[in-house]
């Protein structure tokens, strides 16, 4: 274990937060992994998405760790992520992702697992829980798709994702809770502004980069079904 993770576990309230992030965040990765979520790069079709995110996401998530101490501009990207790999196969390829910047920057251990977390998997997760919510609750329709998963339902996840790791680090004093609100606020439009502008491209013109896209759910002829 890296010195100073084991130097901030042992410290107070953000050791605590640290081995909640740690436990919550391999019990995710264990959950996903017993799905075998290998056999969906079955056949080709996600390869392409797998690599262009252990290839671009990094560069981005390291862009904070260059930026004025303050709450910097982050792009999170896990919920395009998501929407192209399928929650099993992204929670493994962004903890990868978490690895990549360990290994590349200059934050240690304890920043990249805490990046991981907050930045990949929690909106991942929410992004699984929205996308469910949406495909119960309303028609199987492709700008439902577009604009509910890829632009509303990106904001909504990373800016609640956003909220909540801010309330975590104001119980240990770390932040301006309402600045930060804000902040994250005008943030999450900005990921849900390039993931709902990605995803229609894909849908257009490579749906078989989305693992969660179906022509037969959302391409379907509305004239079907009515007597």
Not at 13 to 18: E, F, H, P, R, V
């Amino acid at each position: 274990m890296d010195p100073n993770l084991a130097a901030t576990m042992a410290s107070g309230g953000w050791g605590a937060l640290l081995w909640a992030e740690a436990l919550l965040g391999a019990l995710a990765l264990a959950l996903a992994l017993a799905m075998r979520p290998w056999r969906l790069l079955t056949g080709g079709a996600l390869i392409s998405p797998v690599l262009g995110t252990l290839a671009l996401l990094p560069p981005l998530w390291l862009v904070p760790q260059y930026l004025p101490v303050g709450l910097p501009v982050q792009f999170s990207g896990a919920c395009l992520v998501l929407l192209m790999l399928g929650w099993p196969l992204a929670v493994p390829v962004l903890a990868l992702v978490g690895v990549l910047v360990w290994l590349l920057g200059d934050a240690g251990v304890a920043s990249a697992l805490s990046q991981w977390f907050w930045m990949g998997l929690v909106p991942a997760t929410l992004a699984f829980f929205i996308g469910a919510a949406i495909r119960h609750w309303l028609p199987p329709h492709i700008f439902i798709y577009t604009l509910g998963r890829g632009f509303l339902g990106t904001a909504l996840a990373v800016f609640v994702a956003g909220v909540l790791f801010e309330l975590a680090h104001t119980m240990t004093g770390s932040h301006d809770l309402v600045q930060a609100v804000v902040a994250r606020w005008l943030m999450a439009w900005g990921d849900a502004f390039i993931t709902g502008m990605l995803v229609a491209v894909f849908v257009a013109f490579a749906p078989q980069w989305l693992a969660t896209w179906s022509d037969a759910r959302y391409l379907q002829d509305p004239s079907k079904g009515k007597p």
